[in-house]
């Protein structure tokens, strides 16, 4: 069975930080790209950071500089940094993986809540 457990979320006041975590276990396949999306109250849900097999990063605009995304492929896991946090990060936070079977798998969600 294919589990993507996420854990690092929580409160935080503006300008803290905190480290998301995601680690991907029944997968029998091998695994491309991982990130993050997150989907803030009421809005859609939006991609935050990529990250390529290699170590290759992408970032949205309005985390650049504030976040980094890193990938530990022997444990399968992908991690997220974020820095100076702001309230509008505050959303549930989803990993993902993309796996060489042409499919994605999904965390379930972590909330992340930025008080001002």
């Known amino acids: 069975q294919v589990q993507l457990v996420e854990s690092g979320g929580g409160l935080v006041q503006a300008g803290g930080s905190l480290r998301l975590s995601c680690a991907a276990s029944g997968i029998i396949f091998s695994i491309n790209n991982m990130g993050w999306y997150r989907q803030p109250p009421g809005k859609q849900r939006e991609l935050v950071a990529t990250?390529?097999?290699?170590?290759?990063?992408n970032y949205a605009d309005s985390v650049k500089g504030r976040f980094s995304i890193s990938r530990d492929n022997t444990k399968r896991s992908v991690y997220l940094q974020m820095n100076s946090l702001k309230p509008e990060d505050t959303a549930v936070y989803y990993c993902?993986?993309?796996?060489?079977?042409?499919?994605?798998?999904w965390g379930q969600g972590t909330q992340v809540t930025v008080s001002s």
């Open positions: 990250i390529t097999s290699v170590g290759r990063s």
């Open positions: 993902y993986v993309d796996a060489s079977n042409v499919r994605r798998y």
